[in-house]
């Protein structure tokens, strides 16, 4: 089952903040996220699992509420280099069964302009 | 350290003509595998996967199967390509959850 991501797309100046969000209709044991640079490969950013678990990399921060099963990406003070496509990628449990199938959602295009 | 290699680059095949796409990880054992593809500006679309030598998951019927000949190596493959098999087809390996991505093939059908 696909997440859902929300906005598809967001444009920033930068220095903006920006939030995304990936939403999944099942019980979640982990989510990750990746950033697409254009015509590159996706780069895995952080992962999060069960307990409600804050991570950061950069200015770039992620919590996890498996109660709800939602997970929101923070972009603070956004920076040129943050331009590209998130996705989420949830896991429906630990490995190695339940993280076999790796099924992302459809990505949020972030555009940081000067 | 673990890399993976994905070839070619980019590829150009007439409608009708055959693809093979092959990856390979080095650097780990017994990953699990998965092909994706990409169309223009659109998000990652999981074709297969793999957690096995021989073991091949397919989540979209199509055009195209896949095979794991050895551990650490997954082949894309078709027998007549489509218009529509146009697209950016990434291969992925993951070990203990985190997956990390080829650096693709941009294949256009004409």
């Known amino acids: 089952q696909q997440p859902v991501q929300s906005p598809q797309a967001v444009i920033l100046r930068e220095g903006e903040d920006a939030v995304i969000n990936c939403s999944s209709s099942k019980a979640l044991y982990s989510v990750h996220w990746y950033r697409q640079k254009h015509g590159e490969a996706p780069v895995f950013l952080m992962i999060l699992l069960k307990g409600g678990e804050q991570k950061g990399h950069e200015k770039i921060s992620a919590s996890f509420n498996e109660k709800k099963q939602q997970s929101s990406l923070y972009l603070t003070a956004s920076q040129l280099s943050y331009s590209g496509t998130y996705f989420c990628?949830?896991?429906?449990?630990?490995?190695?069964?339940?993280?076999?199938?790796?099924?992302f959602g459809k990505g949020t295009k972030l555009t940081v302009n000067p | 350290s673990q890399t993976i290699h994905q070839w070619p680059a980019t590829l150009v095949q007439p409608v009708g003509s055959p693809l093979s796409l092959e990856c390979t990880v080095e650097?780990?054992?017994?990953?699990?595998l998965y092909w994706y593809r990409q169309a223009a500006g659109r998000g990652l679309q999981l074709l297969f996967y793999s957690v096995g030598i021989g073991q091949i998951s397919s989540e979209v019927p199509q055009n195209l199967s896949a095979s794991r000949p050895q551990d650490r190596q997954f082949i894309l493959s078709s027998k007549k390509l489509l218009l529509s098999d146009s697209g950016f087809y990434l291969c992925a390996w993951s070990v203990k959850v985190v997956a990390f991505f080829g650096q693709g093939t941009r294949l256009t059908v004409v």
């Open positions: 990628g949830p896991l429906e449990g630990p490995p190695p069964g339940g993280s076999e199938k790796l099924v």
């Open positions: 650097g780990t054992s017994n990953p699990n």
